[in-house]
């Protein structure tokens, strides 16, 4: 009986082992998933620009600026972090423009008719410029400024 007891003591220090072992992994994983795209190297940036870095330059068509747009869209829907959003500016870039900013402007206005491809019209040209945030290099912002 006495044996019993002792057994049943040391199964249950077992699982209570095990069980917190579990949530620290649990914690660990959450937390690296977080760091992850902080700790981006210079590669994994410039692949990540690069997706959009092809539309940028002056006397882009209106099919371009379109193409960009549904780019852009495509990328914030599936975009989990908000740091990552790419902003779309059709005249200039506000003065204190930043990775949060740049996700407040998605958020805020998703709906504006500058995140529409109808916006951008196929016979008109375009300059299509981008603005990159700077202690990430990562890309934040483009500016489609018709010509």
């Known amino acids: 009986m006495e044996n019993a007891s002792k057994a049943l003591i040391i199964a249950g220090a077992i699982l209570l082992s095990i ?18 795209g902080a700790n981006m190297n210079s590669e994994q940036i410039a692949a990540y620009n690069s997706v959009f870095e092809g539309y940028e330059g002056s006397k882009k068509n209106g099919s371009d600026a379109q193409t960009l747009v549904q780019e852009i869209n495509n990328h914030n829907r599936t975009e989990e972090d908000d740091t990552k959003m790419i902003a779309i500016y059709n005249n200039a870039f506000p003065a204190n423009l930043n990775a949060t900013v740049a996700s407040e402007d ?32 990562l890309l934040i912002a483009a500016l489609i400024d018709e010509n």
């Open 19 to 36: 069980l917190i072992i579990g949530i620290g992994m649990t914690i660990f994983k959450q937390a690296s998933t977080a760091l992850d």
């Open 106 to 137: 998605v958020e805020n206005n998703s709906s504006d008719a500058k995140y529409k491809k109808s916006t951008y019209k196929t016979g008109k040209t375009y300059t299509i410029s981008f603005a990159y945030d700077n202690n990430t290099g």
